[in-house]
């Protein structure tokens, strides 16, 4: 059974970075892409960019294209989100999910809500 | 980049009725392959997103056969049969043509009247 298990909610000063973790178990993490998915309060669903932890490669949408780093760590299962120079409108609830071979998205960690105040 | 829209944004249901999700893409999603990458989620309230249809009609693993996802090109439709008490949250299409990016729409929130 696939498990994608997130860490816990952070809250952050504007201007700082948060790095959300994400692992898996079950399956095989080399062969997934991870993607990294956020949901502002009441808004939808926004990708932000994925891994292919096999090839160690990172794609990120142009929006977040800078401030985001997408990394991964095959010893531990384990992908990670970074997020840079934070604002108030990044405040939201952050998801990643997975690709393996079949339809996108078909698991999805529980969320990592990352609160960003001063 | 693809924009995705999708209609009505919001639908109160009576359960027992059938529903209907319209999803249009601003680009074909058929790809050279024969395939078209349009795809459904439901997220309930307080979860994450589930798959319900990949690739514009099949339902995934575990999905009611209430469901159910047509269309070609641009235009798209989730449809359920009788809608349920269990069925209410938002219903998100999504695209995946444009690899590596995906987009998703807008969502449209349903409830039970």
């Known amino acids: 059974q696939v498990q994608l298990v997130q860490s816990g909610a952070e809250v952050k000063k504007p201007g700082s970075s948060v790095k959300v973790s994400c692992k898996a178990s079950?399956?095989?993490?080399?062969?997934?892409?991870i993607s990294w998915v956020r949901q502002a309060p009441g808004q939808g669903l926004e990708w932000m960019g994925r891994i292919i932890p096999i090839l160690g490669i990172a794609n990120y949408a142009q929006k977040f294209q800078g401030r985001v780093t997408i990394t991964a760590d095959k010893s531990t299962s384990t992908a990670y989100m970074e997020l840079s120079s934070l604002r108030s409108e990044d405040t939201a609830v952050y998801y990643c999910?997975?690709?393996?071979?079949?339809?996108?998205?078909?698991?999805w960690g529980q969320g990592t809500l990352v609160t960003v105040s001063s | 980049d693809i924009v995705m829209t999708q209609t009505p944004l919001s639908l109160s249901v009576t359960p027992g009725q059938p529903a209907s999700i319209s999803c249009k893409s601003s680009?074909?999603?058929?790809?050279?392959?024969?395939?078209?990458?349009l795809y459904w989620y439901l997220q309930k309230p307080g979860q994450p997103p589930q798959l319900l249809i990949y690739e514009v009609s099949n339902r995934f693993s575990g999905v009611p056969d209430r469901f159910s996802g047509s269309g070609s090109g641009t235009d798209f439709t989730l449809k359920i049969s009788r809608v349920e008490a269990e069925d209410v949250g938002v219903y998100y299409c999504m695209q995946s043509i444009q690899l590596p990016l995906f987009t998703f729409g807008p969502g449209t929130k349903v409830d039970i009247k």
């Open positions: 079950g399956g095989t993490f080399s062969s997934y892409a």
């Open positions: 680009q074909s999603l058929l790809h050279s392959d024969g395939k078209t990458y």
């Open positions: 999910a997975r690709v393996d071979g079949g339809p996108p998205f078909d698991y």
